[in-house]
């Protein structure tokens, strides 16, 4: 199995596919950390580089004295306890909370890229994995081989989630580092909220609590490789299915497309939440932004994603290992 | 000893039944051809005999290994190319090799190495297979195909594209691994004059039905015909016509051959004054004979 894994990394990176992703995102990265540059600096000619540090200070004194007040409700205080710890940390470690770090720029570009730029990075190894074979006509080589087919599928499978893998490292390593030259590197301790949910009802911060920016990247990350999984096991359905690479790669495409279409304009169509697209947005559950139907929670989507998997590999190994080669 | 044997064999696509129950056996060290014109369902008898396709119904074993129960064991002894050899054009032809290699369980590595020299790439082995010609890529193909010590080899339409001392060398060296190495090979083809040159037998299939199997020169014999050139041409098809049946063919004449028989024939045409130019012994076209043995039928 080891060889068969090794062979498919050979030609995983003959195509060099990988250093395509590589550019595309290096290129996207300086893109956007030029974007938030500006922005910042529109920010600080507004509010003034100098004497941030006191304004931080004077903010935390107000917050301290709001909280002192016995007759804000409980949910709010937490809030702000909240905000006091935030601007304590930002204080003591001389950071500008105007001013994104490395550490916070790569949050934020992984939750901004989980439904639709991440998916069409993984799309691009995916779609192709299995039907350039077909449209190549070496498929025929592969099959006429001692060994039984779906252990052929199975080391492109685990190719798949190592390129998969792959790729969110780069891509966390490439917005890290190139933000970081502009931003600088620090961050990595500064307090994160989690597990407030925005609700009809407003704020609520019941189940809230503090961790560390790097935890809550890493709990980040989780969700975003199992949604990039989800994402590419299904391209690799469609990869099996249909002989065309670019008439998968559309199929894929499109659906991605229409999630991120019908996540801004469904509400009251309720069963679209059983989608796959519109449970991507996996890392909005941690920072709290309200999901795109009502009633949809982390376990919800999971359970959902979980689902469309296991039906996508089902249907792959299925016809695979009994398909008619033409 | 059978190498390859099949029994009975039939695909249905939907309610079409494409092979109607084919069988054929393959020796050590023979040449079998595999004979019929597009559409015949060379390519799907060959695709199921690859484990490509599955079978509706019957048997294929390749050195006693049911290809259906235990195709491992069974695909250790065959190598193939199903049409053309269609290699990772991004890889050298040594990593292509490495990577068919590698699916080999126990493979040794020294073959590597040995079959590059049997199809004579060794030169060019480490350039990328896009730059390779149609004839360099056939023999990589070859290679690949002989990488696990096969005992049972098929090509299908091994000379395809080939330029004719392309197509010559290939022939040369699909007769030696037959007679060196003790292979049996299976060739298709639908040019009927590659097949006798190639093969010792010919299994001549139409409309997904193996109609005639047999020996190359069997077939061939049965067939045999004498060609008369002769002066003048009517008296001299006058006196044949007495003796046998006479074909007019051009400025020709053509019976059938019986070696007890024409040197009476020619004997009684000498004393009857008729000039004879030419008396020739000639084997049909196996296009003649396909279209004897099918009535003229092409595809449904």
Not at chain 1, 72 to 92: G, T
Not at chain 2, 100 to 123: D, H, N, T, W, Y
Not at chain 2, 210 to 238: C, G, N
Request: glycine share 8%; net charge neutral.
């Amino acid at each position: 199995m080891n060889k068969l894994i090794q062979n498919e990394m050979l030609k995983l990176l003959a195509r060099k596919r990988l250093i395509v992703v590589g550019i595309i995102l290096s290129i996207l990265v300086v893109l956007f950390t030029y974007a938030q540059y500006q922005t910042v600096q529109t920010q600080l000619k507004k509010l003034g580089t100098t004497d941030w540090r006191t304004t931080l200070q004077q903010q935390i004194i107000d917050t301290q004295n709001r909280l002192s007040n016995s007759r804000i409700p409980d949910d709010f205080k937490k809030e702000l306890e909240v905000r006091v710890k935030q601007q304590q940390y930002y204080l003591d470690n001389d950071i500008n909370p105007a001013e994104p770090g490395a550490p916070s720029f790569t949050k934020e570009f992984m939750e901004n890229s989980i439904d639709l730029l991440l998916p069409l990075m993984i799309m691009v190894i995916a779609s192709d994995l299995v039907s350039s074979e077909f449209s190549m006509g070496s498929i025929k080589l592969l099959l006429t081989r001692p060994v039984k087919r779906w252990k052929i599928l199975f080391s492109k499978y685990v190719t798949l989630l190592l390129a998969i893998s792959l790729i969110i490292a780069m891509m966390g390593m490439i917005s890290y580092l190139i933000s970081g030259v502009v931003f600088g590197f620090k961050g990595w301790t500064a307090p994160e909220f989690i597990g407030f949910q925005i609700t009809e009802a407003g704020f609520d911060a019941s189940g809230a609590s503090i961790i560390p920016q790097w935890q809550f990247i890493l709990m980040d990350f989780g969700v975003v490789w199992f949604a990039a999984v989800v994402v590419g096991t299904l391209s690799f359905m469609v990869s099996v299915l249909i002989r065309s690479t670019a008439a998968g790669m559309g199929i894929i495409l499109a659906l991605l497309i229409a999630g991120a279409i019908l996540s801004n304009m469904v509400s009251s169509w309720t069963s679209a939440k059983y989608f796959f697209m519109l449970n991507m947005r996996l890392t909005d559950y941690l920072n709290g932004s309200p999901p795109p139907i009502e009633g949809m929670t982390l376990s919800f989507s999971l359970a959902v994603l979980t689902v469309w998997w296991l039906l996508a590999l089902f249907i792959s190994f299925g016809v695979f290992t009994k398909k008619d080669i033409y | 000893m059978i190498t390859l044997s099949v029994k009975n064999l039939k695909k249905k696509i939907g309610k079409k039944e494409i092979i109607k129950g084919i069988d054929i056996e393959l020796y050590e060290g023979e040449v079998f051809g595999f004979l019929g014109p597009n559409g015949a369902g060379k390519t799907t008898t060959i695709r199921m005999l690859t484990g490509l396709i599955r079978p509706t119904s019957g048997s294929i074993s390749i050195c006693g290994y049911d290809l259906q129960k235990d195709f491992t064991n069974a695909m250790m002894h065959l190598g193939c190319i199903v049409e053309n050899p269609e290699l990772y054009p991004f890889l050298s032809g040594y990593d292509n090799l490495v990577h068919f290699a590698r699916m080999i369980p126990g493979f040794q590595s020294k073959r590597l190495a040995e079959v590059i020299e049997l199809v004579g790439l060794s030169e060019r082995i480490h350039d990328k297979v896009k730059t390779y010609s149609l004839g360099m890529r056939q023999r990589l193909g070859i290679a690949q195909a002989l990488l696990g010590n096969p005992k049972v080899l098929i090509l299908d339409e091994p000379t395809n594209g080939l330029d004719p001392a392309g197509i010559r060398e290939m022939r040369q060296f699909i007769r030696d691994l037959a007679k060196n190495e003790g292979l049996s090979v299976l060739v298709s083809s639908h040019l009927l004059s590659e097949i006798q040159l190639l093969c010792d037998r010919v299994a001549i299939i139409s409309k997904g039905a193996v109609i005639q199997t047999d020996t190359v020169h069997a077939l061939l014999s049965s067939q045999e015909k004498m060609v008369w050139r002769v002066e003048p041409l009517q008296q001299a098809k006058q006196i044949l016509e007495s003796a046998t049946e006479v074909v007019e063919l051009e400025d020709c004449l053509i019976t059938d051959f019986d070696a007890n028989k024409a040197g009476l024939w020619s004997r009684e045409l000498v004393n009857s004054g008729i000039q004879i130019i030419e008396m020739n012994r000639r084997l049909p076209a196996l296009e003649d004979l396909f279209l004897e043995l099918t009535g003229g039928d092409r595809i449904e």
